[in-house]
Every structure is written in structure tokens, then in C-alpha cells.
T-cell receptor, first 115, second 113 residues
């Protein structure tokens, strides 16, 4: 158990809908990353938040957005869903260690199925 | 951006034999190389990592080697056991305010009893 929690575990919805995925980082971790895992694209970085602020952006669609709240939990919002958005969505949290080192720990993921 | 290539995509080994997975990366600024193991229905689990100031790191049956000149790194699993069967991912990041991970495509390892 990494200490990172994600809800829900599974989500089934229809095209055009909007969903929210939630992530609670490990205690003390200030950074949250979101990754998408699909069969054709593999594991892809979407976005990073650090202590409430957006830190880095990857291949995240404009229909997707995220935020990190004062209690450090994060939500990933996916809107106008398409069939191709069906994937596993992982959250990872990390803490900056000495010497600028950082290690990411992944949650169990949310499996999204868009029908 | 960083491009990480991983080989082989599948690997079948006899229990007790060794398994080797190789990765190459494109960005010479990358300096952190973790390996993750993903079992069915679970998230990636960090199993070992190496940073650019060392060439090799070992943790029991698992070892990772890094060749920064050639921009490649490898995972070695010795004395494989059935519980080593999983998908393994290599990754790379630059560190220094850019910690996002770029992943390889994964290697499905099957250990035959």
C-alpha cells in the first residue's frame, strides 16, 4: 500500500458527460501528479500540482482540468467525455527530499469506461 | 521532450533464471531513472531507482545499471520467482524543478514454474 488513495475505483459513464476523479496524497506529500494509462499511449503525464499551485503540464486535453485543495487532495475533472478517454487514471504523490531528490508513489488508479 | 524506449515488450523466463529489461532515453538532461512494477488491477509500485551520480544499485535480487554516456539503463532480476510476474516500466525525469516521469512502454514478465 503506497499510502495514496484514489476514488472511485471504477467509473462507467456515457459520452458527453463529465466526471471527477479524486486523489488523496500520502501524509506530508505536497506534490500530486496525474497520469493516464491507455493501451495505445501507455503511461502519460497529464499535470502536476505542488502545494495548491499548478507546477507542470503535459499532454492534457483542454477538456480536462485539475486542482489541488488546501488539504492537499486533488481532483481531476474530465468533461465532454469521448470513447477514447476510457483509460486508467493514476495519481502519484511525492515529497522533495534532500539534494533536490524526489520519489513518486502511485495510487491504485481509477478505471474510467466511457460508453 | 524525453523519449524512453523499453525492450523487450514481453519476456518469459524459467523460475530461478535471470530477467533483464533494457531502456534507452533521449534527453541527456535526465538524471533520475526509477523502475516500477505493476500487477494486474494495481497501480505502479516503485521497486528500485538510480540517479545519475551512480552506475549501479542493488537491492536483494534486483539491480539496476546506468550508462549515461550511452543513455541506457537496465533492470536485472536474479533467481526469478512466480511472484515476479508482472508488467515492469522504466521511467526517466530531469529533476531540478522538472520531476515529471516519462515512461517506457512496459515489459510483461512471465515466470514459468
Amino acid at each position: 500500500d503506497s499510502g495514496v488513495t484514489q476514488t472511485p475505483k471504477h467509473l462507467i459513464t456515457a459520452t458527453g458527460q463529465r466526471v471527477t476523479l479524486r486523489c488523496s496524497p500520502r501524509s506530508g506529500d505536497l506534490s500530486v501528479y496525474w497520469y493516464q494509462q491507455s493501451l495505445d499511449q501507455g503511461l502519460q503525464f497529464l499535470i502536476q500540482y505542488y502545494n495548491g499551485e499548478e507546477r507542470a503540464k503535459g499532454n492534457i486535453l483542454e477538456r480536462f482540468s485539475a486542482q489541488q485543495f488546501p488539504d492537499l487532495h486533488s481532483e481531476l475533472n474530465l468533461s465532454s467525455l469521448e470513447l477514447g478517454d476510457s483509460a486508467l487514471y493514476f495519481c502519484a504523490s511525492s515529497v522533495l527530499e534532500g539534494g533536490g531528490r524526489e520519489t513518486q508513489y502511485f495510487g491504485p488508479g481509477t478505471r474510467l469506461l466511457v460508453l | 521532450g524525453e523519449n524512453v524506449e523499453q525492450h523487450p515488450s514481453t519476456l518469459s523466463v524459467q523460475e530461478g533464471d535471470s530477467a533483464v529489461i533494457k531502456c534507452t532515453y533521449s534527453d541527456s538532461a535526465s538524471n533520475y531513472f526509477p523502475w516500477y512494477k505493476q500487477e494486474l488491477g494495481k497501480g505502479p509500485q516503485l521497486i528500485i531507482d538510480i540517479r545519475s551520480n551512480v552506475g549501479e544499485k542493488k537491492d536483494q535480487r534486483i539491480a539496476v545499471t546506468l550508462n549515461k554516456t550511452a543513455k541506457h539503463f537496465s533492470l536485472h532480476i536474479t533467481e526469478t520467482q512466480p511472484e515476479d510476474s508482472a508488467v515492469y516500466f522504466c521511467a526517466a525525469s530531469k529533476g531540478s524543478n522538472d520531476y515529471k516521469l516519462s515512461f517506457g512502454a512496459g515489459t510483461t514478465v512471465t515466470v514459468r514454474a
